[in-house]
């Protein structure tokens, strides 16, 4: 309880926020958004909606399963036949950053990942992604799935005509395709306690040796 639940940033800031100025750049696209989710989710998603998606579809599930997740967001694109997949790079709870690239397999797309400048031009996409210690440019045609992060678009926040406007669209709830979870959550541990610090004055150098030897006993 009292729990403040957000978009995750990738999602919203980057894969969200591109395709809202894709839309912007051309009138006819149409944003869906997708989730898999209770209805504690809702709310966010009236904020997805509020930004610039045109419609959102919520998955009536609660699950943190990577491959459970990717089926049914991809049973949702086949239905839709998308041109453009977008999905953030990762999660900020779980630090998942599998889904992407099942929607992709399941849907038999190409797949980019790690996106951080997207362009158009016709029916193919230019891609700049980001590769150890420098970046890679693709050229892939649609339909095609891509995972996205910094660099893609900025941050937006919602007007008033879009919170206005976002409580008239539609948000459609859907029951899940029958699936089997592939993995579980065994437990949750917290990290070791770190020791306390200690302060030492530059006057008294022979303290800090002091402490080195006999308490972190380095020396």
Known sequence: DGVQWIINPYDEWYALVRAIELKEADPSTV???VTV???????IIRKALALGGDEAIRVNADSHDSFYIALQIADIAKKGSYDLVFTGKETIDYNGSSVGGMVAELLEMPYVSLA?????IGSEAEIVREIEGGEETDKVALPLVVSCQKGMAEQRIPNMKGIM????????VVEPVAADTLTSIASFDLPPAKASVKLVSPD????LVRLLHEEAKVI
Request: aromatic share 4%; proline share 11%; net charge negative.
């Open 31 to 33: 944003i869906h958004l």
């Open 37 to 43: 989710g209770g209805a504690d989710c809702d709310p």
């Open 116 to 120: 951080t400048k997207f362009t158009l």
């Open 165 to 172: 406007g976002a409580r008239s669209k539609p948000l459609n």
């Open 204 to 207: 008294t150098p022979e303290e």
